[in-house]
């Protein structure tokens, strides 16, 4: 069977070749590269109706690649890859047929966006953003991410204008931007394999379609220069999410200090107007993540300024728990206050690791220890790292609950 295997690349190779010295080369038949076997094309690649490449090698692709019948690779295997090289302009992936993808390089800065996708390309390993935006916008065309997929190198330089869906129970960073800029958004980490989301960032006002005057009474001012997008494409399940902010992209009445008024923002169909979701603000990542409630409905998102409350609360956020005296604990000045609170902290994969009720009023303080009913490794010393608080007041105002979100860090 090896024999007859390898036979069977060499004169399915020779046949693939044979066309290079024309405009296009066409493959009608069946193409296996395998694992360890580098082959490139200068020419264009046509894969017919009736044709097959199976990539378990490494391809050099330095024009057009169009698909209309099998690109795959064999299961198991995770060597192959596609390189795609443009030399000169731009390159179309285009077809009628999804490519099924292990790992693909893209490295095109002759001109951008320098790779027109106008099929879906479906990734199953790694996804390297080496030079060169892919344009799927434009082209109507779609980025699939497998369970497991990665991706690596993305900047302003290299990334997807257009959708990108993530398939799978991963937590997932997406690999998106529009009009030159790298403008992620992540999602937590989802409960199965079916489930998968569907991202895209738009650098235009939202107000024009979804008006801002529309608004929670606690939303102040809403980002009107650009706006996020995800849907539940399959599954049940819902995710955090986490939007980013940039000071070339995003205005300042937004992401500037103080944080803890930054939150994440949805527009609500069914209210016609847009909704607070709360959110916890890093300015050393420039990221606002959801660490409440997961979301429970999908479409357009932003980032938005909200009116202060509980403004006599002072938050000491940096918890070094190493006896000298210094931030021992986790305080918060003002919280007695408010006798009727919780206080949990949760960890970066939103596992909680401490609860408390009337925090700080019999010694119940956090003391970088896991403790309470429901948390991990109860009564172990929590790693270094960043952790999210939530701090509930119960009838904070005319029988109302109020909640107050934000990182948290641990040194030693």
């Given amino acids: 069977?090896?024999?007859?295997?390898?036979?069977?690349?060499?004169?399915?190779?020779?046949?693939?070749?044979?066309?290079?010295?024309?405009?296009?080369?066409?493959?009608?038949?069946?193409?296996?590269?395998?694992?360890?076997?580098?082959?490139?094309?200068?020419?264009?690649?046509?894969?017919?109706?009736?044709?097959?490449?199976?990539?378990?090698?490494?391809?050099?692709?330095?024009?057009?690649?169009?698909?209309?019948?099998?690109?795959?690779?064999?299961?198991?295997?995770?060597?192959?890859?596609?390189?795609?090289?443009?030399?000169?302009g731009f390159q179309n992936i285009s077809g009628s047929v999804p490519m099924m993808l292990n790992n693909i390089e893209f490295n095109n800065n002759n001109i951008q966006p320098a790779f027109h996708l106008s099929n879906e390309i479906r990734i199953s390993g790694q996804a390297a953003f080496e030079n060169g935006v892919v344009d799927n916008e434009e082209y109507e065309g779609l980025v699939v991410f497998e369970p497991n997929a990665t991706h690596i190198k993305v900047r302003n330089e290299s990334h997807?204008?257009?959708?990108?869906?993530?398939?799978?129970?991963?937590?997932?960073?997406?690999?998106?931007?529009?009009?030159?800029?790298?403008?992620?958004?992540?999602i937590s980490a989802p409960q199965k394999n079916e489930d998968a989301f569907t991202g895209k960032y738009y650098l235009k006002n939202s107000d024009f379609e979804y008006s801002h005057n529309s608004k929670d009474d606690k939303i102040s001012i809403i980002n009107n220069a650009e706006y996020w997008t995800l849907d539940k494409t399959a599954g049940n399940d819902n995710v955090f999410l986490t939007l980013s902010w940039n000071e070339d992209t995003t205005p300042f009445e937004i992401y500037g200090a103080p944080?803890?008024?930054?939150?994440?923002?949805?527009?609500?169909?069914?209210?016609?107007?847009?909704?607070?979701?709360?959110?916890?603000?890093?300015?050393?990542?420039?990221?606002?993540?959801?660490?409440?409630?997961?979301?429970?409905?999908?479409?357009?998102?932003?980032?938005?300024?909200?009116?202060?409350?509980?403004?006599?609360?002072?938050?000491?956020?940096?918890?070094?728990?190493?006896?000298?005296?210094?931030?021992?604990?986790?305080k918060i000045d003002g919280i007695k206050n408010y006798q009727n609170n919780t206080v949990e902290i949760y960890n970066r994969w939103g596992v909680k690791v401490f609860e408390t009720k009337a925090y700080d009023t019999t010694g119940n303080t956090f003391q970088g220890y896991s403790e309470g009913r429901v948390t991990i490794n109860k009564d172990k010393k929590l790693p270094v790292g960043t952790y999210f608080y939530i701090i509930n007041v119960q009838d904070y105002k005319e029988g109302k609950d109020f909640k107050k979100s934000g990182y948290l860090y641990i040194s030693y």
């Fill in 1 to 88: 069977m090896k024999n007859n295997k390898k036979e069977m690349l060499l004169s399915m190779t020779a046949v693939f070749m044979t066309s290079l010295g024309f405009a296009q080369t066409v493959n009608t038949g069946e193409l296996f590269i395998a694992s360890g076997t580098l082959m490139n094309s200068m020419q264009e690649v046509n894969n017919t109706a009736t044709g097959e490449i199976v990539n378990d090698g490494d391809l050099y692709l330095y024009s057009h690649y169009n698909n209309d019948g099998l690109v795959d690779f064999s299961p198991e295997v995770t060597t192959g890859i596609t390189r795609m090289r443009g030399t000169s």
């Fill in 160 to 186: 997807v204008d257009g959708l990108v869906q993530k398939n799978g129970k991963s937590a997932f960073t997406y690999p998106i931007g529009d009009g030159g800029y790298y403008r992620h958004a992540r």
């Fill in 259 to 330: 944080y803890d008024e930054i939150h994440i923002v949805h527009w609500d169909e069914s209210k016609r107007k847009w909704i607070d979701l709360g959110g916890a603000a890093n300015s050393a990542s420039k990221e606002v993540s959801m660490v409440v409630d997961p979301l429970q409905s999908y479409g357009i998102f932003t980032l938005a300024r909200v009116k202060a409350e509980l403004s006599d609360l002072v938050i000491y956020n940096a918890v070094s728990p190493n006896g000298d005296g210094m931030n021992d604990y986790f």
